[in-house]
């Protein structure tokens, strides 16, 4: 399960709540129930991703509208920001290592076109860093801000 999902639908159409495991507590109730972990590889570790996308002016309303769509149906982003050319959106992915991660990055905005309706942009960008990395770059005052508000918002 992807951090910040909040709720599913369950058998019975009843909606449930959610939460997220940490990576770690999953791997070690695995081993309780007799599967053998051995590799530090095989833990998912989070990475921070940012997604740049650029293409045709796009109507502003729509696009925040997709944008916002794409958000309600994939929990885990926490920003995008939005221009009618371009936008980026940045989130935290749980992946095996960076080529898992960049593997899903690259094929967010394609599989996601047609049901949050975005516009039929380019990647133009890609940067998948470990979250010890991120964190190393807010605390020497390089990166994002961290009052950068979550949710959609024009550039």
């Known amino acids: 399960m992807r ?3 909040a709720a599913a639908r369950g058998i019975a ?3 449930r ?3 997220s495991v940490a990576a770690g507590e999953r791997y070690r109730a695995a081993e309780a129930d007799g ?3 051995t ?3 095989d833990v998912p570790r989070l990475w921070h991703v940012t997604l740049s996308v650029s293409g045709a002016d796009a109507d502003l309303k729509e696009l925040r509208r997709a944008l ?3 958000a309600h149906d994939h929990p885990f982003l926490l920003t995008s920001r939005y ?3 371009h936008a980026e959106i940045r989130y935290w992915e749980e992946a095996r290592d960076l080529h898992d991660a960049a593997a899903v990055a690259l094929r967010l905005w394609g599989e996601h076109r047609q049901t949050a309706g975005l516009p039929p942009w380019e990647i133009v960008g890609l940067e998948v860093i470990d979250r010890q990395t991120y964190h190393q770059r807010i605390a ?3 990166g994002p801000a961290p009052a950068t508000p979550v949710g959609v918002h024009p550039f």
Do not use: W
Request: hydrophobic residues 35%; negative net charge; proline residues 8%.
């Open 39 to 41: 590799r530090p590889e």
């Open 13 to 15: 159409g009843e909606e």
């Open 140 to 142: 020497e005052g390089h």
């Open 35 to 37: 599967v053998e972990i």
């Open 68 to 70: 916002e769509q794409l």
């Open 3 to 5: 951090p910040g999902a």
């Open 17 to 19: 709540a959610l939460t």
């Open 83 to 85: 221009a009618a050319d």
